[in-house]
């Protein structure tokens, strides 16, 4: 009983984690939006069917888990892609950054 009850509080804490990466995601995403709406109902219709059709124990939990790392992956590549977009310098703007100077061209 213990074990069910486990492996329930995972699943929640799975749920909140998606809606917490959701929520920084989109700003639109409240509890009145139909993707919340639609996620919620899927995790209420999720308990029963389960224990019913699943074919392995926490195959629902273990997508869950799956689905919480693209999207935290998804939105960690996002902010790298931001901060780091600019476009490429030129070797005299890289050399300047690492302190170097390049030499003078004799043409």
Do not use: W
Request: proline content about 2%.
């Amino acid at each position: 009983m213990a074990e069910a009850a486990c492996k329930g509080f995972t699943a929640v804490n799975t749920i909140k984690t998606i809606i917490a990466e959701l929520k920084k995601v989109d700003k639109s995403f409240t509890p009145a939006s139909a993707q919340y709406k639609f996620l919620t109902e899927q995790m209420r219709a999720d308990q029963v069917t389960t224990r019913r059709y699943s074919k392995a124990e926490n195959e629902s939990e273990s997508v869950a888990k799956l689905y919480l790392s693209y999207i935290q992956g998804t939105r960690r590549l996002n902010e790298l892609q931001d901060r780091y977009k600019g476009g490429e310098k030129t070797v005299e703007e890289s050399a300047k950054l690492v302190g170097l100077k390049l030499p003078e061209r004799k043409y």
